[in-house]
């Protein structure tokens, strides 16, 4: 029996291996957009489906980690889960 799968696991990944922390990316995103200003708490939310995602912010974290927008569906799935092995 396979263990549950961690919400954004593919986004996770790459975030880990590049080092980016949720800190740097609500940096980024406040610096850009001060009148929407988000705290870590809020981005961690989104990572666990405690929050939607806005379209808006996916396609800021795209190109925040230098990912091509025709990778949307697979660093942010329908409902935070996808199978990992269909991207490895």
């Known amino acids: 029996m396979k263990g549950k799968q ?4 593919q986004l996770r990944r790459l975030m880990a291996t590049m080092g980016v ?3 740097d990316i609500c ?3 406040n610096a850009e957009h001060p009148q929407q200003y988000k705290y870590t708490s809020y981005f ?3 990572m666990c489906g405690k929050k939607d995602w806005k379209l808006s912010m996916c396609y800021f974290v795209l190109d925040f980690l230098e990912i091509p927008h025709t990778m949307l569906n697979v660093y942010f799935p ?5 199978d990992a092995a ?3």
Request: proline share 0%; no cysteine; charged share 40%.
């Open 44 to 46: 961690s939310d989104l």
């Open 6 to 9: 961690r919400k954004f696991e």
């Open 86 to 88: 269909d991207y490895q």
């Open 27 to 29: 940096d980024a995103w």
């Open 21 to 23: 922390t949720y800190a």
């Open 78 to 82: 329908k409902g935070g889960e996808s």
